[in-house]
């Protein structure tokens, strides 16, 4: 779906991502891990052709994008934000069907879409009549999920998708993004610091630190096998603490 071949990004002096070689596989769902600044956004956002690189190529679907074919690509790509990204003025109907507007669809064919999408991803259908600002964090997540569906893409490209919500909102939405991934047969990329939420997603987990890949491959195996100290780090420093066991009443 998506090959990178020796891309760069950096912003001034700093370099944020180191020449890479990446091939991300059609229907397969791969999940970007590692701690802030490691560069795993900035990669999403040289996929999805909000960046352009400094050095390399990237090619979507066999053809290297660029100024001339950006635009057209994009509509063939779901891209999802934290917290929906949605325009506090629109209505979530109004923010799900937008590009389908822009791009002349009748007003049937998007209402019927959107339905569908509602549908799907469990949103009631009062809230499509609502504003951003009158709807739950988790509501407003699957309205961004419906609009990254809209023309029916190929691919979806999801940058923390649930790093704002709670811990019970996000395992529902979990479920049902990796049910819909499922059902449409969707090719995912993940950006995400959780490593539970790799493991739960990932076909395959890409991790990386200062830039660069340290590691690829299952969770199981970065977990059992790290590749370096800073693997072996990340991972512990995501464990969850041993509870000391209560003492007996004196």
């Keep these: ?51 352009t690189p400094d050095s390399g190529q990237v090619l979507f679907e066999g053809v290297q994008m660029n100024s001339k074919n950006m635009m057209q690509m994009r509509h063939r790509m779901g891209y999802v934000i934290q917290d929906g990204g949605l325009f ?17 669809w009748n007003a049937d064919r998007i209402r019927s879409r959107i339905e569908e999408l509602s549908d799907l ?26 609009r990254a569906l ?23 939405l979990q479920e049902d993004l990796l049910k819909i991934f499922r059902t449409l047969k969707k ?31 299952k969770l199981d195996e970065m977990i059992l096998h790290p590749a370096n100290d800073f693997v072996t780090r990340f991972v512990n420093a995501q464990r969850l603490p041993t509870l000391s066991t209560p003492k007996e009443p004196t």
Aim: hydrophobic share 40%.
């Design 1 to 51: 779906m998506f090959k990178l071949e020796s891309v760069s990004k950096s912003f001034g002096a700093q370099q944020v991502l180191q020449p890479t070689s990446i091939d991300f596989e059609t229907g397969k769902s791969t999940v970007l891990i590692g701690p802030s600044g490691c560069g795993k956004s900035t990669l999403l956002r040289l996929l999805a052709g909000l960046l």
């Design 88 to 104: 506090p003025h629109l209505t979530c109907a109004q923010n799900v069907g937008l590009m389908a507007k822009h791009l002349g």
């Design 121 to 146: 991803t469990r949103l009631p259908r009062p809230a499509l009549d609502r504003y951003p600002a009158q709807i739950s964090g988790g509501q407003r997540q699957r309205v961004g999920i419906m």
């Design 150 to 172: 809209m023309l029916d893409p190929p691919v979806m490209l999801l940058d923390e998708p649930m790093g704002a919500l709670d811990p019970l909102v996000r395992y529902d």
């Design 187 to 217: 090719t995912a990329i993940t950006v995400t610091h959780d490593m539970g939420e790799a493991g739960f997603f990932g076909d395959h987990v890409i991790m990386l630190g200062e830039g660069r890949i340290v590691q690829q491959g």
